[in-house]
């Protein structure tokens, strides 16, 4: 299984979430999302643990079959057909949240995610 993380659930492994860990540590390979490396940053910079936080994150990222994930062209459609289908439902959710969903769309991943909005696009993985 190839997963995208939300900042929600980086937050639960990150504070000792066993079951998460052992999800994740069977998966193919880890995304996080830009969005959630920005939504994480502005968190350890509005708090009091910056570095240490900071550290915590590096030291993620660079564990085997975790990767960065960035947008392209063809993110831009999957961001507009959500855009489209949230609209037509009358059910939008925060743009962070539909550019992670455009990027797991387009990739094919499994989202690991609390946020219950997402099931508004029920055609993600969730996990």
Not at 18 to 43: M, N, S
Not at 70 to 79: G, I, L, S, V
Not at 93 to 114: E, K, N, Y
Request: charged content about 20%; aromatic content about 8%.
């Amino acid at each position: 299984m190839r997963v995208a993380l939300d900042t929600n659930r980086y937050r639960d492994l990150i504070e000792g979430d066993t079951k998460l860990g052992a999800t994740l540590a069977d998966a193919e390979t880890v995304f996080v999302p830009f969005i959630v490396l920005a939504e994480l940053r502005a968190g350890f910079a509005a708090g009091t643990k910056q570095t240490e936080n900071e550290r915590l994150l590096q030291t993620f990222l660079a564990r085997p079959g975790v990767e960065l994930l960035f947008p392209d062209e063809a993110t831009t459609r999957h961001y507009a057909a959500g855009y489209r289908q949230l609209r037509a439902q009358g059910q939008m959710i925060p743009m962070s949240d539909l550019w992670i969903a455009a990027l797991v769309l387009q990739h094919g991943l499994t989202l690991c995610s609390r946020d219950a909005h997402f099931d508004h696009l029920p055609q993600i993985a969730r996990v």
